[in-house]
């Protein structure tokens, strides 16, 4: 019998095992600012797919792009995945990011929804659209962004503070598509068209609406998507109330504005293979469906069903208008609604 006593070896020895330095290795440390019950679902199938294991490290998007920074050449981070188009371009900005080339990625996601040097790849998106209360009806005459800013709606509009990144990236995409004077302008209608200062966030402006504060509220899609599969019976109702106008539709418009959730391989990374791995693996027909109906969104990837409620909400057609050039433009965006006293 051949003798090896754990005794005989050198004191760390044990610890190193190579199956237990291999168990240590199969895991990505993901930074991530989403927080849905569905994607530890979404993560456990990458786990048994490929045998790595998901860390998730949450914290606010800022936050996270501030630590990854910090961190270095050391960060332990190999994803980070965020919503907004405005915070993936500032992690783009922060040069945290690395660039990456996948043909699963550039096959699967339509080119507007992810940066064209592979930093980052939009997962869901959500459109930005105008709500109304449907015992008064859909308000005459409101078909495009720009028609929020006519006097004749007065009084009638609800949205939320002009620094929150979902009203910079839509007032960035005004501002390519119209210019800076007509989107200064444009900011100026809006402003002296609200029925109150902004307050709260996007479900509490549909809420003024069915309470009779104002006509008409700007806020995102899955907001009201996740009431209509409320278990509670007043969200359930309000959903019910609530119609929704997809803004530039007409013939040879660019279409409604939507932003993106997206992921980026860390440059610091000793594990990129793998964490563009994971990447791919979440535009797979199954993890599209956790992904985006985790928070009631439209998957990017073509023939991947929306969750029932988002889809009730309406067809659409989106503006194509790349998620990077509007989310980099966020700061220029936000001086402007500043300028115009959009608080
Ligand atoms: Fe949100």
Redesign the pocket.
């Known amino acids: 019998m051949r003798r090896r006593s754990l005794l005989a070896l050198p004191f760390a020895a044990p610890l190193a095992s190579p199956a237990l330095v291999a168990a240590q290795e199969r895991a990505l440390n993901l930074y991530s600012s989403r927080h849905y019950d569905t994607d530890r679902a979404l993560y456990e199938g990458f786990t048994a797919e490929s045998g790595i294991r998901i860390r998730l490290i949450e914290g606010d998007a800022d936050q996270l792009i501030a630590r990854i920074q910090s961190e270095g050449a050391n960060s332990p981070a190999d994803v980070l995945l965020t919503?907004d188009a405005a915070k993936l371009a500032r992690a783009v900005e922060a040069g945290i990011l690395a660039e990456t080339r996948s043909e699963t990625l550039q096959a699967r996601i339509p080119a507007h929804l992810r940066a064209a040097d592979g930093q980052w790849y939009g997962l869901s998106s959500?459109a930005r659209v105008i709500m109304y209360d449907k015992q008064k009806g859909a308000p005459a005459g409101v078909a495009r962004y720009e028609d929020l800013a006519l006097p004749v709606y007065r009084g009638q509009i609800l949205i939320r503070a002009a620094a929150h990144p979902?009203n910079t990236s839509l007032m960035a995409s005004l501002l390519l598509a119209n210019g800076a004077e007509a989107a200064e302008a444009w900011a100026r209608g809006v402003v002296a068209n609200m029925a109150r200062p902004p307050q709260g966030?996007?479900t509490p402006q549909f809420q003024a609406v069915a309470a009779g504060v104002g006509r008409m509220a700007i806020a995102?899609t899955?907001?009201l998507a996740r009431f209509g599969a409320s278990a509670n019976a007043q969200e359930k109702a309000l959903y019910d109330r609530i119609g929704v106008i997809f803004p530039n539709q007409g013939a040879g418009d660019r279409g409604t504005h939507v932003n993106v959730s997206g992921a980026g391989v860390v440059r610091s990374s000793a594990n990129q293979a793998s964490a563009l791995r994971f990447i791919e693996y979440l535009s797979s027909q199954r993890a599209q469906e956790l992904f985006a109906n985790g928070n009631f969104e439209y998957p990017v990837v073509a023939g991947v069903a929306p969750h029932p409620a988002l889809t009730a909400l309406g067809s659409f057609r989106a503006d194509q208008l790349n998620a990077q050039r509007y989310g980099a433009l966020a700061p220029e965006a936000l001086r402007i609604m500043q300028r115009a006293g959009w608080r």
């Open positions: 919503v959500r979902y966030g996007d995102n899955y907001y």
